[in-house]
């Protein structure tokens, strides 16, 4: 007995460790923060960043930016009686921009519904500088991989001025920050689904995104159904700079709950193990 105690045991403790892994999605691609620099202190750059869900909020739709090609163009022209998928990144992120977007592209492979077909994807920079020829190659890129047809008909990457892009931004709750020192954006990972009338139906946090709940959110946004809060854990992207004491990739809450669960783990395993010894005792006594 007490060999299958603590054979269960480790089952548990790796299953245990397993989950920490899993809640750190992308993070092993990522640039962590050092312990030493304080991971957990926020500094005042990313006390302005987030995503606030605005279920059912409606976005904007007269809003205008410029596409790949650098025309003109109204955001409601890409709700054509479709569902779309919305992110907001930078073109030059170094960071979790990138993670977000091959996160996205991998699931999006996995579904069986197609872009420009099911449903549209669009991908808007949240930094102004950022130019459509830069746009234009991202969508070679990320269409490329995708590997469907029409998928650059369907998955749009723009651009734009300032006070659009924080329309957009405050429309569906997303908050981000701008560092002059760094010249970078701070920002939190995520996606947002909308209706094809263009309201807020659904937001997804991180840099994974489970292939049924795509799916399934897909289809409901598709019949204007509106999704249910769902729990935060937020990645933030922000480069450190250990010349002037500034934070990089600070993800307080997702360590937070991976160590939550290790020491959890831990716990049911030496309590497990302690009490397979307990019963073990009285056998050897008897002997």
């Known amino acids: 007995m007490q060999a299958r105690m603590k054979k269960m045991a480790k089952w548990l403790l790796a299953g245990g460790l397993g989950i920490a892994l899993l809640v750190l999605p992308g993070a ?16 005042d750059l990313l006390k302005k960043v987030g995503i606030d869900q605005k279920l059912n909020a409606s976005v904007p ?27 907001l990144v930078y073109y030059t992120c170094p960071m979790l921009c990138t ?31 950022d130019t459509p020829m830069v746009a234009a190659a991202k969508q070679a890129l990320y269409t490329g991989i995708y590997g469907r047809p029409g998928a650059a008909q369907g998955w ?38 909308l209706t094809s009338g263009g309201k807020i139906a659904r937001y997804f946090y991180g840099v994974q995104y489970p292939e049924r709940d795509i799916r399934l959110g897909l289809v409901d946004a598709s019949r ?22 500034k934070y990089g990739l600070l993800i307080s809450r997702v360590i937070q709950l991976a160590g939550g669960l290790t020491v959890l783990v831990g716990g ?20």
């Open 28 to 43: 092993a691609r990522a640039q962590f923060v050092d312990p030493d620099q304080g991971i957990g202190v926020h500094p």
């Open 61 to 87: 739709l007269n809003l205008t930016f410029r596409d790949e090609q650098g025309k003109p163009v109204e955001l409601g022209q890409y709700f054509d009686g479709k569902p779309v998928i919305l992110t």
């Open 99 to 129: 993670q977000v977007l091959n996160g996205l592209d991998r699931t999006l492979k996995l579904i069986p519904m197609s872009i420009g077909k099911d449903f549209n994807v669009v991908t808007v920079s949240i930094d102004p500088n």
């Open 156 to 193: 749009h990457f723009l651009t734009g001025q300032q006070p659009q892009i924080k329309a957009l931004a405050d429309a569906v709750g997303f908050r981000y920050a701008y560092d002059p020192d760094s010249k970078q954006f701070a920002h939190a990972a995520g996606i947002m689904m």
């Open 224 to 245: 204007g159904k509106i999704g249910s809060p769902v729990d935060q854990v937020l990645l933030f992207c922000y480069h450190y700079d250990p010349h002037t004491g």
């Open 268 to 287: 049911i395993f030496l309590i497990l193990l302690f009490r397979g010894e307990h019963y073990a005792l009285p056998a050897r006594r008897r002997a």
